[in-house]
């Protein structure tokens, strides 16, 4: 009956496109194409009336599967993206920007611009206004390889300029480029998301020509308007150009302070802890031993030897001067069940020592402040620092050994 042979047919698609998610997953691209082909030979032959809706489906895996096949050709992945544009106007414009990746990781990037520039003109009724957004990110991805273009221009001019020669038409297309890639650039970032590369490109083009308060004022939109998502590398950027452009110790510590809050373990928290030590303000020497605590409570810090040191300087001069000892007990009470075995046990001194003499130091003063001159890491790394007869290491048991009663009033 016809509807027994309806049930038949969307069982065989079923069990179809699971023979091909089987082969792409176990990577077998062969397999993936040829049942492909049976999938779609199988569409054709549907004579259902209702609607089935497989273009996008047949557009995600042939292009995975074209992607890596072995036999596959740039040709053939052309033509098959051609024909997926004409399979629906609802992703024709997703389509274009798909092919214009493919291109450009080809190192096709003239083929990606023209592609870019025929969807650009691409018009088809209420759904140019459905896709704005597509649109934009299709002027965006073009003003980016105007950008692309403008920097290369820009070398050759300056490459000129060394040697003592001028070239009008190479300035003039540099000029060309960066209008072009000006316009489209601004327009993206203006709408809320993460626009990293289009943001420090329009910035790059916007300090060429001079124009500071202008980039001053995107990368402080793009780090503090509410609408953009939490984005670390927004105020990384900021901080960047302020310090390029020799801003203030405030403005810099304002920009590296949201930057730690939303990523603690950045590797900027060492000039943000750098900055807040030689602060005069009480608060702002507190919070540079806050932030080098905590950049220290994450594994990809254990064997970094300026934040032990920037630790241990602080810990040496609070102990010295006797005051504010209890930043280090505040600091210390929360992490005291656990860092003794993430950076302090027997077998991290051991190889402390015999990878990097400079962090055993650092982390074996830490230690004896810390745990007291019975730690095992101290005690490892001072025995076969005195024994090597190294000076400091001697020099090291003697500061430790005079201040542990200070590991007492820290320990509670």
């Not at 592609?115 to 957004?133: K, Y």
């Not at 489209?184 to 998301?193: A, D, Q, S, T, Y």
């Not at 939490?230 to 390029?244: C, E, G, M, T």
């Amino acid at each position: 009956s016809s509807h027994e042979h309806k049930l038949n047919f969307k069982k065989s698609k079923e069990v179809c496109l699971n023979y091909i998610q089987d082969a792409m997953l176990q990577k077998q691209w062969k397999r993936a194409a040829e049942f492909l082909t049976f999938y779609i030979e199988s569409l054709e032959k549907d004579f259902s009336t209702a609607y089935m809706g497989p273009s996008e489906m047949i557009w995600r895996i042939g292009t995975e599967i074209l992607c890596h096949h072995s036999h596959s050709s740039m040709k053939q992945f052309n033509s098959f993206i051609e024909q997926m544009k004409t399979l629906g106007v609802k992703r024709y414009l997703k389509v274009c920007l798909e092919h214009a990746f493919h291109l450009l990781c080809n190192g096709l990037i003239d083929e990606a611009y023209q592609n870019l520039s025929l969807a650009e003109s691409w018009r088809f009724g209420e759904q140019t206004a459905i896709q704005d957004r597509e649109m934009k990110l299709i002027q965006a991805y073009r003003g980016l390889l105007d950008y692309c273009s403008w920097s290369k221009q820009k070398n050759i001019l300056l490459e000129h300029g060394q040697n003592g020669f001028e070239d009008l038409s190479v300035e003039r297309e540099m000029h060309s480029c960066f209008r072009k890639a000006a316009v489209n650039l601004k327009e993206i970032i203006k709408v809320p998301g993460v626009w990293d590369l289009f943001v420090k490109c329009y910035v790059d083009l916007l300090e060429y020509y001079g124009d500071h308060n202008e980039a001053c004022q995107v990368l402080n939109e793009y780090a503090y308007n509410s609408k953009f998502p939490a984005n670390p590398n927004a105020h990384v950027y900021l901080y960047q150009f302020l310090k390029r452009h020799g801003e203030s110790k405030k403005s810099l510590i304002s920009a590296l302070k949201i930057l730690h809050d939303i990523v603690p373990s950045h590797e900027l928290m060492i000039d943000f802890n750098t900055m807040l030590q030689k602060s005069k303000k009480r608060k702002k020497r507190q919070l540079g031993l806050e932030v080098i605590f905590a950049a220290l409570d994450y594994a990809g810090w254990k064997e970094n030897v300026k934040a032990w040191s920037c630790l241990a300087r602080q810990v040496k001069q609070i102990v010295i001067s006797e005051k504010h000892l209890d930043w280090i007990k505040q600091e210390w009470n929360s992490r005291k069940d656990w860092w003794p075995a993430f950076h302090f046990s027997r077998y991290l001194a051991k190889r402390n020592w015999q990878e990097n003499e400079s962090l055993s130091y650092e982390k074996a003063l830490v230690a004896g402040i810390l745990l007291g001159k019975d730690c095992k890491y101290f005690k490892y790394v001072s025995h076969q620092g005195c024994k090597a007869q190294v000076k400091r290491f001697r020099i090291l048991k003697k500061f430790v050994n005079k201040h542990n009663p200070v590991y007492l009033r820290i320990s509670g």
